[in-house]
């Protein structure tokens, strides 16, 4: 099994920055991915980054150019750094691994960003 832990979320002011990190552990192998989703209010989760074991990163429309995502592939964590916050950057941020032939996911339990006008 693995597990994801995040932290980092909180209330910042638009045009603020925030820093998440998630930590996976258990039975975690490469090649595998993670990155990061979110949910806000009465909408679906959707993508924000990811980024592969070997550093290939992909992200939405939406925070290109204001998010950035690393991952330290020995200690299994990865982070997102993110400037110039809007207020419909608020959401639930959740961390996620893909990893295996399958692409078996995982979740964490998410954490609440919310970003005051």
Do not use: H
């Not at 820093?19 to 806000?40: D, E, K, T, V």
């Not at 909408?43 to 592969?52: D, G, H, I, P, S």
Request: aromatic letters at 8%; glycine letters at 12%; proline letters at 3%.
């Amino acid at each position: 099994q693995v597990q994801l832990v995040e932290s980092g979320g909180g209330l910042v002011q638009a045009g603020g920055s925030l820093r998440l990190s998630c930590a996976a552990s258990g039975n975690i192998f490469r090649p595998n991915r993670m990155g990061w989703y979110r949910q806000a209010p009465g909408k679906q989760r959707e993508v924000v980054a990811t980024m592969t074991s070997g550093g290939t990163t992909n992200y939405a429309d939406s925070v290109m150019g204001r998010f950035t995502i690393s991952r330290d592939n020995p200690k299994n964590t990865v982070n997102l750094q993110m400037n110039s916050l809007k207020p419909e950057d608020t959401a639930v941020y959740y961390c996620k691994l893909s990893q295996g032939v399958i692409r078996t996911n995982y979740w964490g339990k998410g954490t609440l960003v919310t970003v005051s006008s």
